[in-house]
């Protein structure tokens, strides 16, 4: 049998629903989700796998200006997953339509080898004309093939796009397991998860800052996992609002997320969460290389 498999990259500015679509392709939540933008700070990768053809999904943090050394960690990743994928999509905003953001990842994907598709997403949020419109800004952007619309949220427009995705791939064997979903470490996605649920939670306050690190992962029993993370903000005020009036917030993070989680696992979860102080910890490079963040 003849197979076919090949690399992804998901590009786009910050908050265009890069993550939503690479759940929906892979059927499962390999990506957390946020309204907040950079939420997405590792290159997550989603597999697909139908018939003859792998797909691997590569959810690339949003495209920024480095400021520190997390976000300098964040656009080399960029640069060095799109150097190595064999198709590139740009998904773009249906809602915001094409702006300059656009117009500069459309540019620097034309200097890359791969073929680039572009989603224009987010069409269920709009009408006609403006989909239209979108639809007739993108074909315009710089060295992009073809242009659909979707809508990650719905799933309405998805499979079109994978298939032509797919048509693209390289003969070759798949990469993964056609069982697997994702390639992140199960640490990794457990704290993730957690982190959604403070994100979502301390909408303006702290996101940016935040970042969470799974300790500890025990096994009492077969339907029973313990779980010990530790939250990381960069002041005692951040501190405040993760632990909330009373221990309310915490409370609240932990139970959304112990949801998520026994989701995830399929089982009961016991969660003991703690919140630690490091300040500037963004750009603690020995801090980072822990956190999986490359």
């Known amino acids: ?32 989700v946020s309204d907040r933008p950079q939420t997405t700070r590792r290159a997550i990768r989603g597999v697909w796998t139908r018939g003859e053809c792998q797909l691997v999904l590569v959810d690339l943090p949003g495209v920024q200006r480095p400021r520190d050394a997390l976000t300098t960690r964040m656009a080399g990743r960029v ?3 799109l150097k190595d994928a064999d198709s590139a999509l740009l998904v773009v905003s249906g809602e915001q339509g094409v702006g300059p953001g656009d117009r500069f990842i459309a540019a620097t994907l034309a ?31 710089e060295g992009v093939g073809e242009v659909f619309p979707i809508s990650a949220r719905t799933g309405e427009g998805v499979m079109e796009l994978v298939e032509h995705v797919a048509a693209q791939m390289p003969e070759g064997p798949f990469m993964f397991d056609p069982a697997e979903h994702s390639d992140q470490p199960q640490a ?4 993730e998860l957690i982190r959604e649920a403070v994100i979502r939670r301390t909408f303006q306050e702290v996101p940016h800052a935040v970042e969470v690190m799974v300790e500890e992962i025990e096994y009492p029993r077969t339907d029973l996992t313990r779980i010990r993370a530790l939250i990381w903000v960069e002041s ?50 020995g801090l980072l290389d822990r956190l999986g963040i490359t």
């Not at 929906?24 to 390999?30: F, H, L, N």
């Not at 987010?122 to 800004?137: F, H, I, S």
């Open 1 to 32: 049998m003849t197979t076919h498999s090949g690399f992804v990259a998901l590009a786009g500015r910050p908050n265009v629903g890069k993550s939503t679509l690479v759940n929906a392709v892979v059927g499962d939540k390999v990506a957390i």
């Open 79 to 81: 640069q060095q997953e």
């Open 111 to 141: 200097q890359a080898k791969a073929q680039v598709t572009v989603a224009v997403n987010k069409v269920d949020r709009v009408g006609r004309k403006q989909t239209v419109e979108a639809l007739t800004q993108a074909a315009e952007l």
């Open 188 to 191: 990794v996605l457990l704290a």
């Open 236 to 285: 005692e005020s951040q501190k405040g609002i993760v632990i909330g009036a009373q221990g309310r917030m915490i409370k609240a993070v932990g139970r959304a997320a112990r949801k998520e989680l026994e989701r995830e696992l399929q089982g009961q979860v016991h969660l003991d969460l703690g919140v630690r102080v490091r300040r500037e910890w963004r750009t603690d490079e």
